[in-house]
């Protein structure tokens, strides 16, 4: 059964920075693109930013462009956000995501696994 575990949220004061980790386990890490999608309260879900497995392209939403990363490591199975300059819009709960294609990854319907989520609280 296909599993992936966030971790790394937490409580921050704004400026601060946060690393949230993707543990995958039963798939094929490498050949699925991975995003992060988040939601706050009231809202929707949103896509934050994916990188595919065939090129490891990279796509942000432009609210987070410069000041999040994301990467992946193939041989650990894990992906990774780097989230620095955290301001308090940034509060929500961050889910991974992994998707067989590579086309419309900021789609959330092309995702067919998801985590539990972890929550990043940003206090102004």
């Known amino acids: 059964q296909v599993q992936l575990v966030e971790s790394g949220g937490g409580l921050v004061q704004a400026g601060d920075s946060l690393r949230l980790s993707c543990a995958a386990s039963e798939l094929i890490f490498s050949r699925y693109t991975m995003s992060w999608f988040r939601q706050a309260p009231g809202k929707e879900r949103e896509f934050v930013a994916g990188?595919?497995?065939?090129?490891?392209?990279?796509n942000y939403a432009d609210s987070v462009k410069g000041r999040f990363t994301i990467s992946r490591d193939n041989a650990k199975n894990t992906m990774y956000l780097q989230m620095n300059s955290l301001k308090s819009e940034d509060t929500a709960v961050y889910y991974c995501?992994?998707?067989?294609?590579?086309?419309?990854?900021?789609?959330?319907?092309?995702?067919?696994?998801w985590g539990q989520g972890t929550q990043v609280t940003v206090s102004s």
């Open positions: 995501a992994a998707s067989a294609t590579i086309w419309g990854l900021t789609n959330s319907h092309i995702y067919a696994y």
């Open positions: 990188i595919t497995w065939s090129d490891e392209n990279t």
